[in-house]
């Protein structure tokens, strides 16, 4: 499925690994169970690490992690789902995590915009004919009601900004 | 969600497909040539579960054009017209049991 | 009225091309049903029996004069010239084609409405009371919250696909006419220490599985409003359960992890995130309430000449002590318009209806217009020397049934002469009892009684807290309707009891009609309300006599 990082479209440099595979010679994307096991392990590879988590497990537990994983696919099993939204600020704004945050799963253009304002910045597209769209998605407002981690100003703010400087 | 082909349906007399129009969500029934008509009367009846699951298919896949479709049970009178069976498909063909505000009393 | 500025009118332009864009594609194919209905719902857009139904947000339930024009311009020109009001504030058109909902969208935006978060599983219209900023017994203006409220929900990125939808009510007045308790969210504002906060109460909803909200949290100040709220929509993300629709609300969470366990995970959350960008102060609610116009209210005393004149008008005063209670400024009132005529289906009212209340508005009450849940309107500010002009105005129309609060002031859902869910018809049952209940002098001697239908269990017209509620079921094809007695939806909200089996539809009025007679022999005195008799005697006498005559 085409990936696209920060609005471009770009290869996808990360193997999914299975439990039971032993790991290829490239970076890797882990399941959460074999993370939380062979953790200091994985790391020690001279290879970026990868994990994919699930939508039902809470991502603090990530916390030990959060400086070293290059990558956290976090999963839409349906679009209607959205505990991911969730997972994705925690990880961004309260754990600091600075790496790619990959949205998976049932990823379809109506939604790419509010994946953004989560701090996702790489779409696992499923709809060929999404891919041009991101740019034009990702556009489709510019205004925002709320604060998120994204740092856009919100009128609340901008208002009283508004009201201080006159 | 089970394919509608997987579906097993209780098919006990007369049935029709019927579903909402896409565009203006009409009430709408599907024919025998495998189109839609917003007349009961042009509906295809069939009997049988495996011809009303023959039909729900060809319905379903066809949801560009009518969607939410299901079958619905009519009878048929001697001259062979259709008359919806239940108080919600009396009130899909005809409209509410109410005056419309605003309309002449 | 909060007054949109460039920000809210870039916002809803926005909106209205996205979703033009989205009805482009599901018209061309480009996007199924299964993906386009979520979108549309969150556009307020349902396919109901015989077409599409759009339901328009009133935010808490307040309206301009011109916005009520742009209603009854959508009734006339996309639908078939009148709409519905609904118990949570709003107004839904019956029979809009989705083709030319794009355009139906554009003509409300010009007037700063739109259907976002009418429905679909994300936070919906906040409502509140219809009387706010009007009733002397409130502590501060409800609306101020709400319409923050209204900023932080609106297409909230991570609260946009939640388990299920999420409604939030406020009030601000002693007496609850919001409902609070009634509704996944509800607060209640109130001082303590000279601190204006809110009592959080969580988990409350009818439906299915029926449930009084549990108070969480006695008094949070009122600038953690907005972080308290992201607390516990997060850990409704996160918890409530997706794997079945009729547990996904938070009132299941609630009851199934229990309310100290919610309250527990609610407050940790909150204390990672009150003093973030959600945290809220004096100025920046001020900049909210800078967008609230006041009225410019006329120095006026209580009890002018003209009303103490037209009181001598027997119709007149009936309608006066029926319809119209007092304001918090001196020389005006508060006038609730029913929109329960006898034999008309409760909350419609058709485009010249709209029209006409737009422009009485426009002359006795300063432009402003309120819903109420009980689906009539409000004239929140109207001068009391203006109050016989405006009653004769309003009976020329069809709107001055002096019913409110009474037998006939009924609320009921569209049931299943409109509604895909429905089981059974609420309409008829409703304009069978308001024809039966049409004697003036005898539904105010019987005095207040709210009475709700519901068409399903899905409870649309509130039935589980009405003082008598009907919920329609079918039975092999036939309608018939259970009847509970007791239930209310005010600060002491309950549910009501089942009196006993359904009864077909035709049974139905006269068991209503048995239940009031019951109540009007057995009360104490006139001063004792059917509620209060209910309470007293418990459902037993009533069920006897309700059922004897079979």
Redesign the interface.
């Known amino acids: 499925m085409p990936l696209v990082k920060n609005g471009k479209p770009v290869a996808d440099a990360f193997v999914a690994v299975a439990d039971e595979d032993t790991l290829p010679d490239a970076p890797v994307l882990v399941s959460a169970t074999r993370l939380l096991a062979e953790g200091e392990a994985l790391f020690a590879r001279n290879h970026p690490v990868g994990v994919i988590w699930p939508n039902d497990k809470d991502v603090l537990l990530l916390e030990p992690f959060v400086d070293r994983l290059a990558v956290v696919a976090l999963i839409f099993p349906k679009f209607r789902d959205g505990r991911a939204y969730s997972q994705a600020r925690l990880l961004r704004e309260r754990l600091g995590f600075k790496g790619e945050l990959r949205a998976t799963g049932n990823v379809l253009r109506d939604q790419f915009l509010l994946m953004v304002r989560c701090g996702f910045d790489a779409l696992e597209i499923v709809k060929e004919g999404d891919v041009a769209a991101v740019e034009k998605e990702i556009h489709s407002y510019s205004v925002f009601y709320q604060p998120t981690g994204d740092g856009r100003p919100v009128p609340l703010r901008a208002r009283l900004a508004a009201a201080r400087g006159a | 969600m089970t394919s509608p082909l997987q579906q097993k349906l209780k098919i006990t007399g007369p049935t029709v497909i019927t579903a909402n129009r896409l565009t203006d969500g009409v009430v709408v029934w599907l024919t025998a040539e495998s189109g839609w008509s917003d007349t009961l009367s042009r509906a295809a009846v069939v009997s049988t579960p495996d011809d009303a699951l023959r039909l729900l298919g060809i319905a379903n896949a066809d949801e560009n054009h009518a969607v939410g479709a299901y079958p619905a049970r009519v009878t048929v009178a001697d001259d062979g017209s259709l008359a919806p069976v239940n108080l919600r498909e009396r009130i899909r063909v005809g409209g509410p049991t109410v005056a419309l505000p605003g309309a002449a009393a | 009225m909060y007054i949109y500025?460039e920000?809210?009118r870039?916002?809803l332009q926005?909106?209205v091309?996205?979703f033009r864009d989205?009805v482009k594609r599901?018209?061309d194919?480009?996007l199924?049903?299964e993906?386009f209905k979520?979108?549309r719902l969150m556009n307020g857009v349902y396919?109901?029996?015989?077409?599409?139904m759009l339901r328009i947000a009133i935010p808490y339930g307040t309206l301009s004069s011109d916005q009520m024009r742009a209603l009854a311009h959508v009734a006339r020109r996309y639908d078939?010239?009148?709409g519905h009001f609904t118990t949570r504030q709003n107004i839904q058109f019956n029979w809009?084609?989705?083709?030319e909902l794009p355009d139906a969208m554009a003509d409300l935006a010009r007037a700063g409405m739109h259907g976002l978060q009418t429905s679909g599983?994300c936070i919906r219209n906040t409502t509140t009371d219809q009387w706010a900023n009007a009733t002397p017994e409130e502590i501060e203006d409800p609306r101020l919250y709400a319409e923050?409220i209204r900023?932080?929900?609106?297409?909230?990125?991570?609260?946009?696909?939640?388990p299920r939808k999420f409604k939030i009510a406020i009030t601000a007045a002693k007496h609850d006419r919001a409902a609070i308790r009634v509704h996944d969210i509800g607060l209640r504002l109130h001082r303590k220490d000279g601190v204006t906060g809110f009592e959080v109460i969580v988990g409350g909803g009818l439906g299915r599985t029926p449930f009084v909200g549990k108070t969480i949290r006695e008094f949070l100040p009122r600038h953690d409003l907005l972080s308290y709220l992201e607390a516990i929509l997060?850990t409704y993300?996160?918890g409530g359960r997706?794997d079945n629709i009729y547990k996904a609300r938070i009132k299941i969470q609630v009851h199934e992890i229990g309310t100290e366990e919610f309250t527990r995970r609610v407050e940790a959350e909150w204390a990672?995130i009150k003093d973030g960008?959600?945290a809220?102060d004096d100025?920046?609610i001020?900049?909210?309430r800078?967008h609230f116009k006041e009225p410019d209210f006329e120095a006026l005393t209580d009890g002018p000449a003209e009303l103490e004149a037209a009181k001598t008008n027997p119709d007149f005063a009936r309608w006066y002590a029926n319809s119209v209670a007092p304001h918090r400024k001196g020389g005006h009132a508060i006038v609730t318009i029913s929109l329960k005529p006898v034999g008309?289906?409760p909350g419609?009212?058709?485009?010249?209806q709209m029209d006409a209340v737009a422009d009485l508005a426009d002359q006795y009450a300063y432009g402003e217009i309120r819903v109420a849940h009980e689906q009539n309107l409000t004239l929140p500010h109207v001068r009391q020397k203006d109050l016989f002009t405006l009653w004769q105005a309003l009976d020329a129309q069809g709107l001055a049934t002096p019913n409110i609060g009474l037998i006939s002031d009924i609320i009921a859902c569209p049931g299943?002469?409109?509604c895909a869910l429905a089981n059974a018809?609420s309409?008829?049952l409703a304009?069978d009892l308001t024809k039966r209940f049409a004697d003036l002098d005898r539904i105010a001697d019987i005095g207040r009684v709210h009475l709700n239908i519901s068409g399903c269990i899905n409870a649309c017209g509130h039935h589980h807290v009405g003082h008598i509620g009907i919920l329609g079921v079918?039975k092999q094809?036939q309608?018939f309707y259970q009847i509970t007695l007791g239930g209310k939806a005010n600060h002491k909200a309950k549910l009501g009891e089942l009196l006993g089996p359904a009864v077909p539809e035709n049974e139905v009025v006269n068991v209503v009609e048995r239940i009031l007679d019951t109540y009007v022999e057995l009360r104490t005195s006139k001063q004792e309300t059917f509620i209060a008799a209910v309470q007293r005697l418990g459902i037993e006498p009533f069920k006897e006599r309700a059922y004897a005559a079979r």
Not at chain 3, 47 to 52: K, P
């Open positions: 500025d920000f809210d870039t916002f926005e909106r091309d996205e989205q599901r018209l194919g480009e199924n049903e993906e979520p979108l396919l109901q029996l015989h077409a599409y078939r010239g009148y809009i084609k989705l083709e599983n923050i900023q932080w929900s609106t297409l909230h990125p991570e609260f946009t696909y939640l997060r993300n996160a997706r990672q960008a959600l809220l100025a920046a001020d900049a909210i800078a008309a289906p419609d009212a058709t485009a010249d299943l002469d409109y018809r309409i008829p304009q079918e094809d309608e």
